[in-house]
Nanobody, 121 residues
Framework: QVQLVESGGGLVQAGGSLRLSCAAS????MGWFRQAPGKEREFVSA????????YYADSVKGRFTISRDNAKNTVYLQMNSLKPEDTAVYYC??????????????????WGQGTQVTVSS
């Protein structure tokens, strides 16, 4: 079992920044996904067990940065230059059987409760 607790969502104007945090009960490869109203859940970013490898969706590359503090078992998603189309519920997820990190949602075993990010224009 892996417990995940997310924090850091909120309301921000376009061009602004937010940082999401996901505290895990143990260390695994981690990912962030998001789901906007009426849309399917989509991959945002992932980080390997060690933190040495990171992955991004094309839509966020250059604006979002994923990182982790292994001493705290916490993963962060720094979101800069936010756009209205980034509005969604953001979920962190843990992949127990994956070391390198993955973009595939079915490879994640545990999911956080979600945190709302709203970007106003």
């Amino acid at each position: 079992q892996v417990q995940l607790v997310e924090s850091g969502g909120g309301l921000v104007q376009a061009g602004g920044s937010l940082r999401l945090s996901c505290a895990a009960s143990r260390r695994t490869a981690m990912g962030w996904f998001r789901q906007a109203p009426g849309k399917e859940r989509e991959f945002v970013s992932a980080i390997s067990w060690s933190g040495g490898s990171t992955y991004y969706a094309d839509s966020v590359k250059g604006r979002f940065t994923i990182s982790r503090d292994n001493a705290k078992n916490t993963v962060y998603l720094q979101m800069n230059s936010l756009k209205p189309e980034d509005t969604a519920v953001y979920y962190c997820a843990a992949a127990v059987g994956v070391v390198a990190g993955t973009r595939l949602d079915y490879e994640y075993d545990y999911w956080g409760q979600g945190t709302q990010v709203t970007v106003s224009s």
